[in-house]
């Protein structure tokens, strides 16, 4: 029941200034292979979005690449990057070759990074790169962590990703959206959302932005039952969502007689973690993409915070 992000600007479903500006964006960058970097919290379209800018410009869609430089060790990351700057320039026409995780990149690769995006600007391949980050780049370049050249070459049109919970007016014409796909593809005959489910949506936290929201969704077809999708079927947990929601995690840190904020911490990390691996049957790949990390650095939680299964 999945593929359902890709199609046009029309997925871009919400009604806020900032989808109509993302729209727009599309729509001019889909002409031209200036290169993307999307900024913003994990699960807020930028994968989509990457997708979209591809698919306006009317390729074909088995021309999109992904690279997730937290999944991959540096050396198939390397290798991909040899792979690349290798391809003759016919064999780079209408391709898109989309890069998250982009901050994760050792020093090294940066500068091979760099190195393919100048051969592929000097040459004039027909090429497009769009890079994601979850964090602010700009932080990493002035504690030297982060080449700036390379900024320079992946931003030369930056978009920043504003969270679902800023733009409360976006949550129930993408859950409508979400469902009318759902609905056509599963031929079950629901009717909608109860009242009581588009309010729960409307005040929800949605710590995981707009792939939270689709996944309730998802849930709700699965686990529901006709006509009305109701608040209960989505299984949002703590019904405003916030901080408080992860009042059931931080619950380990209690009793304990070292108060520290380390302690408390560790305490919700430990849990936190635990609870990821859980559920991806203790992945430690599928964890790792999760939590928007490396999987060595899930390796190595799992040993200093004594996690076991």
């Known amino acids: 029941m999945r593929n359902l992000e890709y199609g046009n600007t029309d997925s871009l ?7 109509q500006e993302l729209k727009k964006i599309s729509l001019v960058v889909c002409k031209n292979t200036a290169s993307v970097l999307l900024k913003g919290e994990r699960g807020t379209g930028k994968r989509l979005f990457a997708h979209l800018v591809h698919i306006e410009g009317k390729n ?7 690279l997730d430089c937290r999944v991959y060790s540096d050396d198939e990351v390397s290798r991909f990057f040899d792979l690349v700057s290798q391809l ?4 780079f026409l209408g391709k898109t070759i989309f890069i998250s995780g982009v901050e994760t990149l050792a020093w090294k690769l940066q500068e091979q990074l760099l190195t393919l995006l100048n051969q592929v600007h000097a040459e004039r391949k027909n090429i ?7 964090v602010n780049i700009e932080d990493r370049i002035e504690q030297g962590s982060f080449s700036k050249d390379l900024y320079s070459l992946m931003s030369l049109v930056p978009v920043n990703m504003i969270p679902l919970r800023n733009r409360k007016e976006d949550i129930l014409p993408i859950a409508n959206y979400y469902f009318g796909k ?3 593809q599963s031929g079950l005959p629901f009717e909608g959302f109860s009242e009581e489910a588009k309010e729960v949506m409307q005040n929800y936290f949605w710590q995981g932005n707009v792939a939270e929201l689709i996944n309730a969704v998802e849930r709700a077809f699965i686990t529901g039952e006709p006509p009305f999708i109701k608040t209960a079927d989505m299984a949002l947990g703590s019904a405003n969502g916030g901080p408080e929601a992860a009042g059931g995690v931080l619950e380990t840190a ?7 904020l380390k302690t408390a911490v560790n305490a919700f990390k430990k849990a936190y973690v635990t609870k990821i691996l859980e559920e ?3 992945n430690q790949t599928k964890a790792a993409k999760v939590l928007g990390i490396q999987r060595t650095y ?12």
């Open 88 to 91: 003759p320039s016919f064999e």
């Open 182 to 184: 759902l609905k056509a």
């Open 298 to 309: 899930v390796i190595r939680l799992i040993e200093e915070l004594q996690i076991r299964k």
């Open 60 to 66: 074909n869609p088995e021309d999109f690449f992904e």
């Open 280 to 282: 991806n049957n203790w």
């Open 254 to 260: 209690q009793g304990v007689q070292d108060k520290t």
């Open 128 to 134: 497009r790169f769009i890079f994601s980050t979850e």
């Open 13 to 19: 479903a919400g009604e806020s200034q900032f989808i």
